[in-house]
């Protein structure tokens, strides 16, 4: 996972809690706590892993929560971010499309050629007349941000969409099965 996506953790516990709950999140995961996390660089998906639990615990909210939380955090970020994205698509499925190659491209800056590669793993769309199937299948199991941040993408192009998961990693699938339609 690069390191983009801790920093925004980070952001979320303090914003929340203040800057020891970010102290005791790293502590909790057995980070130190002078690690700095590069936004471009490739971390282990297992360290990520700890700190989400970590900052669940720490927070006292549910994965759950936690997702929908920090999809709102990081859709106000990239909004800021990266305003070309939103402009480049006219709309919610557009956008969606895109964004497994937005994905892949952040892939390319990675040295290490199977941390790459894991990143390109992570995401297959199919693409049907009035529907995206999306393929999800990341051993970070955060099938739950990808529904919230698909949600907010339909919000924000004023659209509404239907997104409905008919096979989940957490339920022992062997990937998270995504359907989202316009009706
Ligand atoms: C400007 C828009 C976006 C940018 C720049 C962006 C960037 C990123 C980056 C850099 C990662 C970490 C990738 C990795 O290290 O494996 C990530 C993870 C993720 N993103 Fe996005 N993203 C965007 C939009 C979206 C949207 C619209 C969705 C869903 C509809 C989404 C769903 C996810 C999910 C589920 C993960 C976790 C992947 C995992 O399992 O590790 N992203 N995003």
């Known amino acids: 996972m690069v390191g983009l996506i801790h920093k925004l953790l980070f952001d979320l516990v303090e914003l929340a809690d203040g800057t020891e709950a970010v102290a005791e999140v790293k502590r909790r ?40 939380a920090y999809a709102d955090l990081f859709f106000k970020d990239a909004l800021r971010r990266w305003p070309m994205w939103f402009q480049m698509s006219r709309n919610a499925r557009e956008f969606l499309e895109r964004q497994p190659r937005i994905h892949n491209g952040f892939a390319t800056g990675v040295q290490d050629p199977e941390a790459r590669q894991s990143i390109n793993d992570k995401f297959k769309l199919e693409k049907h007349d009035g529907k995206l199937v999306m393929h999800y299948r990341s051993p ?14 339909s919000n924000h192009y004023g659209e509404k969409a239907s997104i409905e998961e008919t096979r989940c990693l957490k339920q022992g699938d062997p990937e998270c099965e995504i359907h989202i339609s316009w009706a």
Not at 31 to 46: S, T
Not at 140 to 153: F, M, P
């Open 140 to 153: 970070n199991q955060l099938c739950g941000l990808y529904k919230a941040l698909a949600h907010r993408i």
């Open 29 to 68: 995961a057995g980070v130190p706590k002078d690690k700095e996390f590069r936004m471009d660089e490739a971390y282990d998906d297992q360290e990520w892993q700890r700190l989400l639990a970590a900052a669940c615990e720490v927070l006292n909210v549910t994965h759950e929560q936690a997702e929908e």
